[in-house]
C-alpha cells in the first residue's frame, strides 16, 4: 500500500444500503477492505451524505436533492447518517458529513486530508455513479492519486457500474477488487 493513503468508504448508511436488491457481498468486501486498512495503519475516513433538520442546504433547483427534499426535511438526519453497523468506524476514526455528492462538497474532508498529509484515496461507496464517480472527479482535479476497490462499490444499474469501472474511471484511477489491493 502507498504511503499518505487512506481509505475513504462512503455513503455506507444503514437507509442506503436498504435502497440496493442486495448489498450483502458489498458489506462483506468492505469489511475486507477496511481490515486490510486498519492492519497496514492506513486511516479509514467515512463519508456520510446528511443535512441539518428542515435541509436548509438543499435547493429545489437541486436535481439530485431537490425531489426528496420534503423526505429529507422531515427525516431524522441523525438516524439517516448512520452507517451500517458491520462497517461502522472504530471511535478513532473520522466521519464527514457532505452535504452534495461528491466526498467534497460540503465537507470538510480536503482539510482532514491535508492535515493528515494524505495524497491518495482508496474509494468504495454508493452509489458508483454518484459519490464515487463525483468523488473521482473532484479528486483527480485536485491531484490524489486514486484507486478504486470496484467490488466495494455499488451502483442500482449494474450496467452503469461495469461501464464505470472497467472504462471511465481507468483513465483517473487504479481498479482493483479488494483482494488485489496491496
Given at each position: 500500500m502507498q504511503q499518505n493513503t487512506a481509505l475513504l468508504v462512503m455513503d455506507m448508511q444503514t437507509a442506503i444500503?436498504?435502497?440496493l436488491p442486495s448489498s450483502e457481498a458489498l458489506i462483506n468486501n468492505n469489511v475486507k477492505a477496511i481490515a486490510k486498512a486498519r492492519e497496514n495503519n492506513v486511516p479509514v475516513i467515512y463519508v456520510v451524505v446528511g443535512f441539518r433538520q428542515g435541509t436548509p442546504e438543499i435547493s429545489d433547483d437541486n436535481k439530485t436533492f431537490g425531489a426528496s427534499k420534503a423526505l429529507f426535511a422531515n427525516a431524522d438526519m441523525q438516524e439517516?447518517?448512520?452507517?451500517?453497523?458491520?462497517v461502522a468506524p472504530n471511535q478513532d476514526?473520522?466521519?464527514v458529513i457532505k452535504r452534495r455528492v461528491s466526498a467534497f462538497t460540503g465537507s470538510d474532508l480536503e482539510v482532514v486530508l491535508r492535515a493528515k498529509g494524505i495524497k491518495n484515496l482508496v474509494l468504495t461507496g454508493i452509489a458508483t455513479s454518484g459519490v464515487v464517480l463525483s468523488t473521482i472527479r473532484e479528486a483527480a482535479d485536485k491531484d490524489y492519486g486514486l484507486t478504486v476497490l470496484a467490488d466495494c462499490c455499488a451502483d442500482g444499474d449494474e450496467e452503469v457500474h461495469r461501464v464505470l469501472t472497467?472504462?471511465?474511471?481507468?483513465?483517473?484511477?487504479d481498479v482493483l477488487n479488494v483482494d488485489d489491493w496491496k
Open positions: 444500503l436498504g435502497m439517516f447518517i448512520k452507517i451500517h453497523p458491520t476514526e473520522i466521519t472497467t472504462k471511465i474511471f481507468v483513465r483517473q484511477a
